[in-house]
C-alpha cells in the first residue's frame, strides 16, 4: 500500500471515489451525491487544489481517501479540519484506514496544534476509530444532518497534537 496526496492531476480517480462514498454512506458526509454529481469537471480538480486530501493505494487502485486543511482565519490556523474520510468497503478493517490516518496526522503534526473532524453519532465503527486514533468528543451537534425526513447527530471531535 501506498498512501500519498493527491494532486489535480487525481481528480479522475478523486472524482470516482467520491462519489461511490457519497453514494454508499449518505449519512455520513455533509455533502450529497445529487450535489456532487453534478459538478463540473473543474470543481473536482480545483478540490484538489484547496486542500490536501490523501489517497491510499493497492497497486494502483485508490481504495481510500481522506481530506484535510488548515483553516484561515489567523486566531484559528493553529487548527486543521479532518474531512471526507472513506475506505472502498473491500478494503475495509485489514489496516488501510489507519495507515491513511496516521499519514494525515504525521502531516498535520508539521502545520497545526490540533485537529477537529465530526462523525455521525450512529456510525459507532468510526466514532471508535478516531477514538483509538486520539480524538476526543466534544460535543455533539444535534440534527446537524437530514435526510429526507431523517436527521443526524455529528459528534465533534479533536485531537490535540500539541498540549503545551
Avoid at 473536482?44 to 486543511?69: M, P, R
Avoid at 444532518?145 to 503545551?164: A, G, R
Wanted: net charge negative.
Amino acid at each position: 500500500m501506498k498512501i500519498r496526496i493527491l494532486t489535480a492531476d487525481d481528480w479522475v480517480i478523486w472524482k470516482k471515489i467520491r462519489l461511490e462514498a457519497l453514494q454508499n454512506s449518505p449519512e455520513n458526509f455533509g455533502s450529497s451525491i445529487e450535489e456532487e454529481c453534478n459538478w463540473p469537471d473543474l470543481e473536482f480538480q480545483n478540490g484538489l487544489n484547496k486542500s490536501h486530501v490523501f489517497g491510499a493505494f493497492v497497486e494502483e487502485t485508490l481504495v481510500a481517501c481522506a481530506g484535510f486543511y488548515v483553516l484561515n482565519f489567523i486566531k484559528m490556523q493553529h487548527r486543521g479540519v479532518i474531512w471526507g474520510m472513506y475506505t472502498c468497503p473491500e478494503y475495509r478493517h485489514q489496516g488501510v484506514a489507519s495507515a491513511l490516518m496516521e499519514a494525515v496526522i504525521d502531516n498535520a503534526r508539521t502545520k497545526v496544534l490540533q485537529l477537529h473532524l465530526t462523525c455521525v453519532t450512529s456510525n459507532l465503527n468510526a466514532v471508535e476509530f478516531y477514538q483509538k486514533k486520539g480524538f476526543k468528543i466534544y460535543g455533539t451537534e444535534p440534527r446537524a444532518l437530514k435526510i429526507d425526513n431523517t436527521f443526524f447527530d455529528e459528534h465533534l471531535m479533536v485531537l490535540v497534537l500539541n498540549p503545551s
